[in-house]
C-alpha cells in the first residue's frame, strides 16, 4: 500500500521530471517565429459588371487559370467603331492612290507633246508661249501629284492613330479575362459574380504556400552562427509532437530592431535582435501564422 509520504515523493519526482522535459524543449530552439509568405491581390483593370469567379477561398489555383471574367460590351462596341473609322481611312487612301495614277497619265501625256511642241519650235511651226504652256501643266500635275501624296501621308499617320487605339482597346478585352499570375490557394475573396467590378478592385487574394517562410528574430551574438544558405532545423507542433523540418536560411537582416511584441517577454522585448528569414518546404502540415522554432 502506498503511503502519503511515498505519494508525495512520486509526485514531486514527477514534477522534477516534466520541468526538466520542458526545459529540454526550450533550450533545444535558438530562436521562434511565425510562418508567412508574399501574399499576391488579384484586381480588375477594368470596370465593369464581373459575369464569373471560378474560384471560393481555400482552393487550389495554378498559374494562368481563368479566375474571372469582366464583361466587355462598352470595349467591343469602342472597337467596333475604331474598326469602322479605318475602313474609311482605308478608301480615302484608295481614292487617292486612284488620283495619283491618273496625274502620273497627265504627266505622260503632256511629255508626249511637249516633245512635239519643242520639234515643233525648233522648225517654227509653234510659239514660244505654247512651250511655256506644256511645261506649266507638267508642273501643275506634278504639284497635284505632291499634294496627293502628303494626303496619303497624313491619312496613313490617322490610321496608325487608330490601330494605336485598336490595340489598347484589345488589350483591355484580354485584361477582361482575370488570370492567376501563381499557382497557390485563395486565401480571400472579396468580389462575387454579378458585382460591379472597377479598375483595381481586389478580387481574390491568393499566395504560394509550396514553401514557407519562418520569419525568426536572433540575438547579436547568434549572428555568428548564421549565414545565407546554411541548413537549419526547424520545429513545429503537431498532434502527435514536435515535428522537425529542414529549413534553409535566406535573408538576414543587416540592420537591428527592438523585439516585436508578440515574440516573448516584456524584458526580452527591448533587446535588439536581427530578423532571419528561413524558407522551409511545405509538406502540407504548415500554415500561414503558425508558431516555428529554429536551431542554428
Excluded at 464581373?50 to 472597337?79: C, W, Y
Excluded at 491619312?155 to 487608330?162: D, L, P, T, V
Excluded at 520545429?235 to 538576414?252: H, L, P, Y
Excluded at 537591428?256 to 527591448?270: L, N, S
Aim: glycine fraction near 8%; include cysteine; charge should be neutral.
Amino acid at each position: 500500500m502506498i503511503t502519503i509520504h511515498k505519494m508525495k515523493t512520486i509526485l514531486y519526482l514527477s514534477l522534477i521530471l516534466l520541468l526538466g522535459a520542458c526545459s529540454n524543449n526550450q533550450t533545444k530552439s535558438d530562436a521562434f517565429g511565425n510562418f508567412e509568405t508574399d501574399e499576391v491581390i488579384i484586381s480588375s483593370e477594368n470596370g465593369g459588371r464581373i459575369l464569373m469567379t471560378a474560384f471560393v477561398e481555400g482552393e487550389k489555383v495554378t498559374s494562368g487559370a481563368i479566375m474571372a471574367v469582366t464583361d466587355t460590351t462598352n470595349l467591343v462596341l469602342q472597337r467596333s467603331q475604331l474598326l469602322a473609322q479605318k475602313e474609311s481611312i482605308l478608301a480615302q487612301k484608295a481614292g487617292l492612290y486612284a488620283q495619283i495614277a491618273v496625274s502620273d497619265q497627265q504627266i505622260a501625256n503632256i511629255q508626249k507633246d511637249q516633245v512635239r511642241i519643242q520639234k515643233m519650235l525648233t522648225e517654227g511651226a509653234a510659239t514660244p508661249k505654247q512651250m511655256d504652256d506644256i511645261d506649266g501643266s507638267i508642273l501643275l500635275s506634278g504639284k497635284q501629284k505632291k499634294a496627293y501624296s502628303a494626303q496619303i501621308a497624313a491619312i496613313e499617320k490617322s490610321g496608325e492613330a487608330i490601330e494605336a487605339q485598336i490595340a489598347v482597346l484589345n488589350d483591355r478585352i484580354s485584361a477582361s479575362t482575370v488570370k492567376a499570375p501563381i499557382s497557390g490557394i485563395i486565401l480571400e475573396k472579396y468580389s462575387q459574380t454579378g458585382e460591379l467590378a472597377t479598375p483595381g478592385k481586389s478580387i481574390y487574394k491568393m499566395a504560394n504556400i509550396d514553401n514557407l517562410t519562418l520569419r525568426v528574430y536572433a540575438s547579436g551574438t547568434q549572428l555568428t552562427q548564421i549565414k545565407t544558405g546554411k541548413q537549419v532545423k526547424v520545429f513545429i507542433d503537431t498532434n502527435e509532437g514536435i515535428k522537425e523540418i529542414a529549413g534553409t536560411v535566406e535573408w538576414v537582416s543587416s540592420e537591428a530592431e527592438f523585439t516585436p511584441k508578440i515574440i516573448q517577454t516584456r524584458e526580452e522585448r527591448v533587446k535588439l535582435v536581427y530578423a532571419v528569414k528561413v524558407k522551409v518546404p511545405n509538406d502540407g502540415s504548415l500554415k500561414l501564422g503558425m508558431p516555428g522554432e529554429i536551431k542554428f
